[in-house]
T-cell receptor, first 114, second 114 residues
Framework: GAVVSQHPSRVICKSGTSVKIECRSL??????MFWYRQFPKQSLMLMAT?????????EQGVEKDKFLINHASLTLSTLTVTSAHPEDSSFYIC??????????FGQGTRLTVV | DQQVKQNSPSLSVQEGRISILNCDYTNSMFDYFLWYKKYPAEGPTFLIS?????DKNEDGRFTVFLNKSAKHLSLHIVPSQPGDSAVYFCAARGRGGSQGNLIFGKGTKLSVKP
């Protein structure tokens, strides 16, 4: 399956600052990538669909101006959490769909906003 | 309202015995189901899947059973090994849904004791 690399694995930032998370598909050209968020003891919730060369599609309730997604190439999608607040602290994970059914996930990023 | 439910947040099993993880769903339009395994601070890893046209899929020590009439699926691990200790997520994809756009349960934490 696709090898997906996500960076950084862990980040601590001050409230009000912005954080960029990268998701790279190392061996597969991905026109679509997905961004999920997982709060403690909760399921992974889809935030947005990242589309190469076009605007991302956001799920209901996800602020597009707060969670900026850029998918500039077939191997890289970035999620920028702007003006981060403590309630944005969560585990963010990207995935790359392959083969029509499976999705392969990055290692995830633990964001802590202090 | 959760469409994919894993009602047992945790399960403890002795090494060598069978682990059975359960998952219920509410949407009859789901056509594909997947199980993912997740270690702390890592992204989920694909384990096994099943199409809605089948009722069983086996891969080594892992078998997934699907009961469409009951909207229930289960993952059997036999024999269980300590390395199987992780959180297991059940996921479903809607018919005709976007590749990799999955709906996850909250997960079941499996602990296999030596």
């Amino acid at each position: 399956g696709a090898v997906v690399s996500q960076h950084p694995s862990r980040v601590i930032c001050k409230s009000g600052t912005s954080v960029k998370i990268e998701c790279r598909s190392l061996d597969f050209q991905a026109t679509t990538m997905f961004w999920y968020r997982q709060f403690p003891k909760q399921s992974l919730m889809l935030m947005a669909t990242s589309n190469e060369g076009s605007k991302a599609t956001y799920e209901q309730g996800v602020e597009k101006d707060k969670f900026l997604i850029n998918h500039a190439s077939l191997t890289l999608s970035t999620l920028t959490v702007t003006s981060a607040h403590p309630e944005d602290s969560s585990f963010y994970i990207c995935s790359v769909p392959e083969g029509g059914t499976e999705a392969f996930f990055g290692q995830g990023t633990r964001l802590t906003v202090v | 309202d959760q469409q994919v439910k894993q009602n047992s947040p945790s399960l403890s099993v002795q090494e060598g015995r069978i682990s059975i993880l359960n998952c219920d769903y509410t949407n009859s339009m789901f056509d594909y189901f997947l199980w993912y395994k997740k270690y702390p601070a890592e992204g989920p890893t694909f384990l096994i899947s099943i199409s809605s046209i089948k009722d069983k899929n086996e891969d080594g020590r892992f078998t997934v059973f699907l009961n469409k009439s009951a909207k229930h699926l289960s993952l059997h691990i036999v024999p269980s090994q300590p390395g199987d200790s992780a959180v297991y997520f059940c996921a479903a994809r809607g018919r005709g849904g976007s590749q990799g756009n999955l709906i996850f349960g909250k997960g079941t934490k499996l602990s296999v004791k030596p």
